[in-house]
């Protein structure tokens, strides 16, 4: 029963019927259950608006936590042990950042972000994160990565990074090794699986890769699992347009298998994230409109008492209306500010912490500080079904550096500190290091049989071994797919064809061999019809987790536009980035679930390189595998498109990503030679490297591959000769070079006379093909040779949509 003068007063509502009405509501909570009473609630709703009194719209709940202190359940892990652990970690990652910017200030590094994350990662490590087993595909982490000291520090006492290792962080160079700046697989490739420090590429890698687990699982090539994608962000890092650029796919697609737990701590680096507002509610908003499970754990245990007495719900009013802007003053302030600025503002409000000293209301904890509230939450969100969950924990930036850093503004650069600063660290975390030794600050590692050690151990062990942790684990491929590409060596016979139309032929092929067939990936950002790809609707299917639940309006047709469960071409719809993600996921199958899945991206040239570079660079980071498509690239005949399709630079772009190789091929033979030895040097002898490879949209006679065998060599090393000049008599020597979209303008200057018109050159043809043909091995022209690798074989009425190169270019006009 409440008493009816702790009832706030609504204007014009008469407090005893307000008591009624709040008694009432508690008693169907109370008997009858949460469903029951938030059905009241939506009925009640529901008569408001039709009697035209709706409440106004709102995307957000009070700001508390989500999961109320009743339903939280038992922490399951001994507290006391973990807190220890978490000290020593949180020690031994200042100590890192600290000693390594004594040996050299310019080093950098990052203590605050993993003070603020610590709680947030301890309870994934100790009770949530599955390590990669045999029977087990395991969960796949994106940790925040300016918290990466943390995670070396954690790594220290797990036995599995030395003391040498962590002396030389940021070092990697150092005679020992040591250890990257940030998550980065290309550097630590046994340690580090996922690169996360360019923020906002994380939040969509994740999204896309929950996306892709699902694919793999519904085209039956992995098995069902409950595998969960957990991604750790900044709350200023959801600024970055690619944070929240696809939170609606995460909902439409179902993905309960994805878990986003976003630190606020409401600081990013020169300051607040939203002084003026409030992030977390902001996020909120954004993540329950998008159709996502939020769910807030905002504030500590030590809470609960409070919020117990704030019946009217004063409290939770007065704690909403405060900017972050305030909220992060008080962790900088006493306790005594606080009791002013929180509850000065109600006489109510300073009776309910009338009997708290101020040096208790100073360290109120924050839920994301708090094992208990992170673990509830935690455990409702791998719990939660249908939707994926974004838990927003509030933490504090730099927790525990005190005076030093602890919610200031310039914490986010604090590298250093003296020796006063580090006693007090170490005081406040029990670290058993002497004063004497502070000016050291050696790292500390209990031993090995020390119920710290064992604990901790023995958490892992459960959880099925380490995370981070990168094994490749898929078998190397068998076959040399000879077959598959021989066609396209012998040119096209004079038939007029696109490099685009000879690739898309040949992925056809793919698409039907028996050993790769199923691990192709073709990914297409709405332009499979430009590229003349719809064919390959029919074939395989366009990938829908939930099959196609209309009738297509060009059912009639051959060429529908067919929706499957099991489809295999990614359709992405026109996000070059979410697309690029999902060739992320595919490209690192390889590792992360043991399957060589084989993604071809392609996608209009300009929107590429240029537009999404840096998740290109993490994929390189990541030792991705697979094929990028730059089509209707090199200043294409499409000129009236303006500049989307006159990429001229994208291969400049290309030139300084180390595994990326880059060709600019004008024939389908060298098309076909690179894929093929592409897939060899990937796929059967496991190189790290991915390929680049532009293709065009006009359409000419593909020539055969000339004779001799330094020609295949020669287009995989970027260079051979095409042709010896005819002039035999000149005295003066000239060497033209070409390749891509300017070959065929380089074949016409090497003629002994140039031609006038170049849209009706012929230079470029092949003399002589059917010889070249013959001396290759290939069929001879005039036999029926199986036309279906340039263009698929259609029954009559669909004609106009065969015409190769042709049909590319004019769709590309109507685009
Ligand atoms: C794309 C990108 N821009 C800028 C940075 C530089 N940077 C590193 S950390 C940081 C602030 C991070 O703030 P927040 O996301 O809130 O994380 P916190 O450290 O507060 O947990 C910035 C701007 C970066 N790493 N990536
Ligand atoms: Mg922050």
Partial sequence: MTDNSSVARVPGIDPQEMQEWIESFDAVLREEGQEAATLLLDRLRARAQLLGAGPAFTANTPYVNTIPAERQGVFPGDQEIERRIKSLIRWNALAMVVRANRVDHSIGGHI?????????????????????????????????????????????????????????????????????????????????????????????????????????????????????????????????????????????????????????????????????????????????????????????????????????????????????????????????????????????????????????????????????????????????????????????????????????????????????????????????????????????????????????????????????????????????????????????????????MAFVGMLRQMLRDPEIGKLVVPIVPDEARTFGMESLFRQVGIYSSRGQLYEPVDVHTLLYYKEAKDG????????????????????????????????????????????????????????CRGFLLGGTAGRTTLAGEGLQHQDGNSHILALPIPTLWAYDPAFAYEIAVIIQDGIRRMYKDGENIFYYITVMNEAYAMPPMPPGPEIRDGILKGMYKYRASQNKKSKLRAQIFGSGAILREALCFSMPRRCAGRSHCRHGLPEGAAQSRQQMGAAPSGRSRDRRVWTERRPRGAAQLLRGGRALHHAGHAL
């Fill in 568 to 623: 295999q071409i990614l359709e992405e719809g026109i996000t070059e980035a979410g697309s690029m993600t999902s060739f992320i996921a595919a490209g690192s199958a390889y590792a992360t679930h043991g399957i060589n899945t084989i993604p071809f991206f392609i996608y209009y040239s300009m929107f590429g390189l240029q537009r999404i570079s840096d998740f290109i660079w993490a994929a390189a980071d990541m030792r």
């Fill in 112 to 500: 605050s972000t993993y003070a603020s994350a610590a709680t947030l990662f301890e309870v994934g490590f100790n009770h949530f994160f599955r390590g990669r087993t045999q029977e087990f595909e395991g969960d796949t982490v994106y940790l925040q990565g300016h918290a990466s000291p943390g995670v070396y520090a954690r790594a220290f006492l797990e036995g599995r990074l030395s003391a040498k290792k962590l002396e030389n962080f940021r070092r990697e160079l150092r005679p020992d090794g040591g250890l990257s700046s940030y998550p980065h697989p290309w550097l630590m490739p046994d340690f580090w699986e996922y690169p996360t420090v360019s923020m906002g590429l994380s939040p969509l890698m994740a999204i896309y890769q929950a996306r892709f687990n699902r694919y793999l699982e519904d085209r039956g090539i992995k098995p069902k699992t409950n595998a969960k994608v957990w991604a750790f962000l900044g709350d200023g890092e959801t600024d970055e347009p690619e944070s929240l650029g696809a939170i609606t796919l995460a909902s439409r697609e179902n993905l309960d298998n994805l878990i986003f737990v976003i630190n606020c701590n409401l600081q990013r680096l020169d300051g607040p994230v939203r002084g003026n507002g409030k992030i977390v509610q902001e996020l909120e908003a954004a993540f329950r409109g998008a159709g996502w499970n939020v769910i807030k754990a905002l504030w500590g245990s030590d809470w609960d008492p409070l919020f117990e007495r704030d019946v009217d719900g004063l409290l939770v009013k007065r704690l909403g209306e405060m900017v972050d802007g305030e909220m992060q003053k008080l962790v900088v302030e006493s306790g005594a500010y606080l009791r002013q600025h929180v509850f000065g503002t109600d006489p109510r409000l300073l009776k309910m912490v009338k009997d708290i000293p101020d040096e208790a209301l100073r360290t109120l904890r924050q839920g994301g500080h708090d094992p208990r509230k992170v673990y509830a939450a935690y455990k409702a969100a791998v719990e939660h079904t249908g939707s994926p969950t974004v838990i927003l924990a509030r933490t504090i930036k730099g927790y525990g550096l005190g005076e030093s850093g602890e919610g200031r503004n310039i914490t986010h650069q604090q590298k250093k500190l003296n020796e006063e600063e580090l006693r007090e660290f170490r005081s406040r975390f029990g670290i058993p290091i002497n004063d004497d030794q502070l000016a050291d600050t050696p790292f500390y590692r209990p031993p090995e049989d020390s119920r710290e050690i064992q604990y901790l151990r023995a958490r892992r062990q459960e959880l099925g071994g380490y995370v981070p942790s990168r094994k490749v684990r898929s078998k190397p491929l068998v076959a040399d797919h000879d077959a598959l590409f021989r066609e396209f060596l012998t040119g096209s016979d004079g038939r007029e064809v696109s490099t685009t």
